[in-house]
């Protein structure tokens, strides 16, 4: 009897020395400082376009702040939805990090009936990155210097004029179907697949009306071979602070356009507080405000982690009340 429990008892500590050996990497690795190892950026759009400039700037702050690299990888396609299913079924160990845009996450989530992840069960908000909108803008050949004279121009002329954005269901489209129910309009859309498409037909003559990101006209803008007459979101941009905002003209609207930074739905805690911290730092930067004027972004609400997943909340339920009474149906 005394053998055979002894026998038991080697047995035991055997078995317990091998779990301990196990178990021990997995616990040093538990308890190691955050982030030990590079952490992936996916941006949910292509090389250099406004998101891809905001992300690189974002990459390049938390590098230094962090001591890891935070390495930049572009995920094309789908209107942000590659990207942004990605990070969804990835580990959420917090080293995969989605930056992306506001209609890639709410456009998405209201006019797709399914979607390849759960918005609100697969993704985790952590911050929250400008708030600026949709530029309605014109060709010099358009009779109209401002929004008004636009208006009253397209209400006498139901149905002449095309408009261009940058695809169905797109922030532009979206936006003049706003503005179209609000105003009593009639404009007929044209999806493109890219901004840089849609500029460049204006440019060609091609095209006199569209909606397009704040952002890439600027250079036109600034030559005079494009006029813009209106700004959808909350604020005007700093770079065109006379072009007015839908609501000042009398038409409420108060969605704007952002971008955000995302986790995998059950990355601790602990780490998405650290990146929406990180964030609100590097938005006070000086060299921060000067790239946002540059590129026409409005100063960044400074949000918290609830604050910012209560924005997507939100516009995901304006966004849906809008493409319903548009009746706006995904391609």
Known sequence: MRQASTTRMVRRDILLAAMAATLAPLAQAQGAPWPNRQVKLVVSSAAGGPTDLFARLFAEQMSKTFGQPFVVENRVGANGLIGNDAVAKSAPDG???LFTFAAAIAMNHALLPKLPYDTF???Q???????TGTLLAVSPEFPASNIREFIDH???NPGKFNYGSWGQGSGGHLSMEALSHAAGLKLNHVPYKSIPQVI????????????VDPFTPMQHIRSGKIRPLMISGTRRGPALPDVPTMSEV??????????GLFFPAGTPGAITQRVNEEVARILRLA?????FTALNMPFSPIKTVDQFTQTVKDDIATWAAIIKTANIKPE
């Open 121 to 123: 069960k697969d993704l």
């Open 200 to 211: 460049t037909d204006m440019l060609n003559g091609n095209l006199q009306v569209a909606f």
């Open 250 to 259: 009398g038409y409420r609207f108060e969605a704007d356009a952002w971008f």
């Open 287 to 291: 060299d921060t405000a000067a790239r």
């Open 95 to 97: 080293y995969t990090l």
């Open 154 to 156: 397209v209400r006498a």
């Open 125 to 131: 908000p952590v911050a929250q990155i400008g708030a």
